[in-house]
């Protein structure tokens, strides 16, 4: 045996497809076995889940033998060679479709309810269930699902038997399994527990994920397309959110920085989405001349920034950037940019002398955050207010220097932060 049971297949299932963290993707279950195991694998990509409703197409007389299978839309797919060996005529045929349309139907209603199904024009649709056996219902999964815009399609099992995506014949444009055993009789034998699936587990598993995208309709891993590379972050964006804010962080740092991912946590609170992302790859931090290229620094701010304009049910809201240290100079300048969009930027013991001649350019509303026992910093943003010719605040924050690690003090720059950019968005 390979899985505990269906939640353990998906668990292990996910890792297969780690790689599709930060697309945009739609989990597809085909109920009911199918969806606890795609639960799973929604979890993990933090996407969202839906059903792939088809049935399958049993023979008469041997109904656990799929001659074919049918799916929303009007798909049909026949296994011919099941359809020769047993003899089945066409009468039989339409005769089990019309009893499997109306079971369909009424999945359906069961399933969804009023809920529209899932958008999936232009999306990746990894259609999953909890194993593959003949093919026909993941053929016919397929086809619904491309019928129905998607643009890629991923087909993804814990198990199936050798060689089995010669049987999905090139509808699929992906395929993943845990496991492709020689010898391969049922699903069934590679699971502890395969006790059948209720359709109150197909709703709950639904629910859960409908709630879960509620409290945070995104909080995902993601990988964002920066030119030719690609660089880690961290997204969430609560449900209603006005805007999402970009971070930028400093020196040295990181999308994992201790004290932006609590600022962060101060805004999402407040109901405001956040991006951490590293500025750049691994192999580039390594060379120190990179961490403090400014310019270099808010062109990977501005490209995240076109990149989170581009996500789902994230592009139509406000974006505003965060800026630590030599990461609000990047911030600066990004927003000194005549094309940036950005509505609100706050700096938190900030250099913005590195944005230089640019901070007379920058439109967006800037708020200065310093710590009262940082004089050479609270020096520097003085300066920098002067030469600011957008509407600008600084505050001085008492007794904090630097790193504002004296108790209280972070807790305030997350406090005027989402006042800052809650006003402005």
């Not at 599709?20 to 969806?35: A, E, I, N, S, T």
């Not at 814990?158 to 845990?178: F, H, M």
């Not at 660089?231 to 209603?240: E, K």
């Amino acid at each position: 045996m390979y899985f505990t049971d269906r939640t353990d297949a998906g668990r292990q299932l996910a890792a297969r497809l780690d790689h599709l963290k930060g697309h945009d993707v739609v989990v597809l279950g085909l109920p009911r076995g199918g969806v606890p195991v795609a639960e799973q694998v929604a979890d993990a990509l933090g996407a969202p889940l839906d059903v792939c409703l088809v049935r399958k197409l049993g023979v008469p007389f041997q109904p656990e033998l799929a001659m074919g299978a049918i799916g929303e839309g009007d798909v049909r797919v026949l296994n011919e060679n099941v359809l020769i060996e047993t003899g089945v005529s066409d009468r039989d045929v339409a005769a089990v479709e019309e009893r499997e349309r109306v079971l369909l139907r009424q999945r359906a209603e069961r399933y969804r309810g009023t809920t529209p199904p899932a958008r999936l024009d232009g999306r990746t649709a990894v259609v999953v269930d909890d194993g593959l056996a003949t093919g026909a219902t993941a053929l016919a999964a397929c086809r619904v699902v491309r019928a129905r815009g998607a643009e890629r399609i991923v087909l993804a099992v814990p198990v199936a038997p050798a060689g089995w995506p010669a049987r999905i014949g090139g509808e699929a444009d992906e395929t993943a399994s845990v496991h492709e055993p020689e010898f391969f009789y049922a699903i069934g034998q590679f699971y502890e527990d395969f006790s059948q699936t209720a359709d109150e587990e197909v709703l709950a598993c639904l629910a859960r994920n409908r709630a879960a995208r509620g409290s945070g309709a995104t909080d995902a891993e993601v990988r964002i397309q920066v030119g030719e590379l690609e660089v880690a972050g961290h997204l969430v964006v609560p449900q209603g959110a006005a805007g999402v804010v970009l971070f930028a962080h400093g020196s040295g740092s990181s999308r994992h920085s201790p004290r932006n991912r609590a600022v962060a946590e101060d805004l999402n609170r407040a109901g405001l989405g956040t991006l951490l992302f590293d500025l750049l790859t691994e192999a580039e931090a390594a060379d120190r001349a990179n961490v403090f290229d400014t310019e270099l620094l808010a062109d990977r701010l501005a490209r995240a920034t076109a990149w989170l304009g581009g996500q789902p049910g994230v592009g139509g809201l406000r974006t505003g950037y965060f800026g630590a240290s030599t990461g609000a100079a990047a911030a600066l300048w990004a927003a000194a940019d005549p094309a940036a969009t950005v509505s609100a930027v706050v700096s938190r013991g900030g250099r913005p002398d590195l944005a230089g001649p640019r901070l007379a350019a920058v439109r967006a509303p800037t708020l200065l955050i310093v710590g009262g026992h940082d004089p050479l910093v609270v020096d520097l943003n003085e300066e920098a207010q002067r030469q600011l010719r957008c509407e600008n605040e600084l505050v001085v924050v008492p007794g904090a220097t630097h790193l504002f690690e004296e108790p209280g003090t972070l807790e305030r720059v997350g406090e005027l932060a989402a006042g800052w950019f809650g006003d402005h968005f």
